[in-house]
């Protein structure tokens, strides 16, 4: 038999496994903090402020930083799954705003307040729905369809507000958004982020689903040849996002006691941060909701410590962006190592 | 060539993509307890077949038989439903998952009540080690995702799960390529394994030694059309080469 007859039956050896036995506590300790750089981060940020300013370390404003996030935070565990597994949703500020604009009309219109309350939270479900139909089953490119809805979605709630802030109801409807929960020092909007949370990342860690998100998200070719079906999971993920941005949209009400057409605004880039910051790839396929809610609670005491220290308002608006900014070099930066890491080029 | 009592056998399949035809009609039968090889030019039509097949593209005209029944394959699901299995050229493994992981992909391990069904890990742990060690495929640990494993083991693990899972047929693109000598011959040895337990399999490889070595006969794919369809008893690596790239036997 002539040589060219034998091609690939003396391939490349085994690859040199890098990162199981070189150095491997040094190897560990690398990539935790890689993988959890942020919550070095927040911790580092928690003892600047701590250090800079008497009133940071004190319980009305640990409360206060836990209440301004708890909505953000919310929203965050679907962004950060949907993100996972390979898209997004650009406009939960948008839906927010969409979303208690009608349940402010309603509660003026002296609608029952839990009818009203399910109103607000399936209609940004359907809001989210509808985005993911379009990412998925169309095959539209979801950032661009997400920007879409961000801004039409707004450009609606305007319409509807037509200039005026719907407020001035029944003054009970705001025990949900401001009340402790009986016997703690911790507001209701605190606890129902932590069990949207703990909800979250159960799905993530301990169902098939979650593992499916993760699949998706690395190789959707893969997932699809292994029988798991492409879209059911984003769309159902999309959907949970608006409807977290529906629940946000009753808490935020509920704290403000009126609905302003720009409530939300800007918290789209509140939670892209906190998800990419609490170590989720832009791409898909890598991250963990504790991470998420350490990039939750570090944009949160931003704002909080620079507000303490003085500065103006408008600045968190800045602070925001360059915290998107930051999680994308962290994302360029462990990718860098870890292509160091597998020796490729 | 009409194959008695084949387990799998497909009739006249066509596939176009576009303008080009990438099947023109192409029959074949494989047995329970064979081994046949599928083999062919780049762009002959071999991994067009095996996609038909696994359910991830569908043919446009043709039929497919699963010991002589009729069936079709629309999704990856329905091909598993049918105990198809598929080993692709580029693995479909998930890189983040770990190998317990990846070998369980839409076939978890669950365990609680039936509304609260929670991934068993652990059993999944278990189960893969047993599953690997049962193929004599030797992976440092189930738990290490497969990202960290090398090029081998990585295959070998892609290899094992159609293995382990395989009810009927098992198809296989070009499941050595890329494989130091040692373990292209494990995943020989696995085939041969899978033959023994009765199943039906398709190997393409353009490794003709591996083809001569495993298959017991060959269906030669050329131009999207089979040109030549023997028992491989005497045949040489030669006029193999020869099938493929003239599709006449000299």
């Avoid at chain 1, 699949?215 to 984003?234: E, S």
């Avoid at chain 1, 005491?301 to 408008?314: S, Y």
């Avoid at chain 2, 497919?64 to 693995?91: F, K, M, N, Y």
Wanted: proline share 4%.
């Amino acid at each position: 038999m002539s040589e060219n007859l034998t091609p690939s039956i003396s391939g490349p050896g085994p690859a040199s496994t890098v990162g199981i036995d070189s150095g491997p506590r040094l190897e560990r300790a690398r990539a935790w903090s890689l993988r959890n750089g942020i919550v070095i981060a927040l911790l580092v940020e928690v003892l600047f402020f701590w250090s800079q300013s008497d009133k940071f370390m004190t319980v009305d404003n640990i409360r206060l930083v836990f209440l301004q996030v708890a909505v953000v935070g919310i929203m965050a565990v679907p962004s950060a799954l949907l993100l996972m597994s390979g898209y997004i949703d650009f406009a939960v500020g948008s839906t927010l705003g969409l979303s208690a604009m009608v349940l402010g009309r309603l509660l003026e219109a002296e609608t029952p307040a839990l009818l009203a309350v399910a109103v607000a939270i399936a209609l940004g479900g359907a809001t989210g729905g509808a985005q993911g139909v379009l990412a998925t089953r169309l095959r539209f490119a979801p950032i661009v369809v997400s920007l879409g809805f961000f801004t039409a979605v707004r450009g609606f709630t305007l319409v509807i507000s037509d200039g005026d802030v719907p407020s001035g109801w029944d003054r009970s409807f705001r025990a949900l958004g401001r009340n402790l929960l009986p016997g703690t020092p911790i507001p209701y909007p605190v606890v129902i982020a932590a069990a949207v949370f703990i909800v979250g990342a159960l799905f993530h860690t301990r169902t098939t689903w979650g593992r499916h998100v993760m699949a998706l998200g690395v190789n959707p070719q893969a997932a699809r040849r292994a029988g798991i079906d492409l879209y059911r999971l984003p769309l159902m993920l999309y959907v949970a996002s608006g409807l977290a941005a529906g629940l946000g949209a009753v808490i935020s009400v509920s704290r403000l006691n009126a609905a302003p057409p720009t409530l939300g605004d800007g918290d789209e880039i509140a939670v892209l941060s906190a998800v990419l910051l609490g170590g989720v790839a832009f791409g898909g396929g890598k991250g963990n909701l504790l991470g998420v809610v350490a990039g939750v609670l570090f944009i949160g005491v931003l704002n909080d410590g620079l507000l303490l220290l003085g500065a103006k308002p408008f600045w968190v608006r800045v602070s925001a962006g360059l915290a998107l900014v930051a999680a994308a070099a962290l994302d360029a930066l462990s990718k860098y190592v870890a292509r160091r890491a597998a020796g490729g080029a | 060539m009409k194959v008695e009592n084949a387990a799998l056998e497909v009739r006249h399949i066509e596939k176009s993509f576009g303008a080009v035809k990438a099947l023109k009609g192409v029959s074949l039968g494989v047995r329970a307890g064979e081994v046949m090889g599928l083999i062919g030019d780049n762009g002959a039509g071999k991994s067009t077949l095996i996609n038909c097949l696994a359910g991830i593209i569908r043919p446009d005209a043709g039929r497919i038989l699963l010991d002589g029944e009729e069936v079709t394959i629309s999704s990856p699901h329905e091909a598993r439903q049918h105990g198809i299995e598929t080993v692709h050229q580029d693995l479909a493994l998930i890189d983040t998952l770990d190998v317990s992981g990846n070998l369980f992909l839409n076939r978890e391990i669950l365990s609680g009540p039936r509304a609260l069904r929670w991934l068993n890990k652990r059993r999944m742990h278990r189960e893969a080690k047993e599953i690997l060690e049962g193929l004599r495929i030797n992976i440092p640990s189930v738990r290490n995702a497969v990202e960290k494993l090398s090029g081998g083991q990585r295959q070998a693990v892609a290899v094992g799960r159609s293995v382990a899972w395989g009810r009927r047929i098992v198809l296989m693109d070009e499941p050595a390529a890329a494989l130091g000598v040692e373990q292209a011959r494990l995943v020989l040895e696995l085939i041969t394994t899978l033959r023994d337990r009765g199943l039906a399999v398709v190997l393409i490889s353009h490794n003709i030694q591996a083809v001569l070595d495993v298959c017991s006969r060959a269906v030669v794919l050329r131009h999207g059309e089979a040109v030549a369809d023997l028992e491989l008893e005497g045949v040489t690596g030669r006029d193999l080469v020869q099938l493929i790239t003239t599709g006449e036997m000299g």
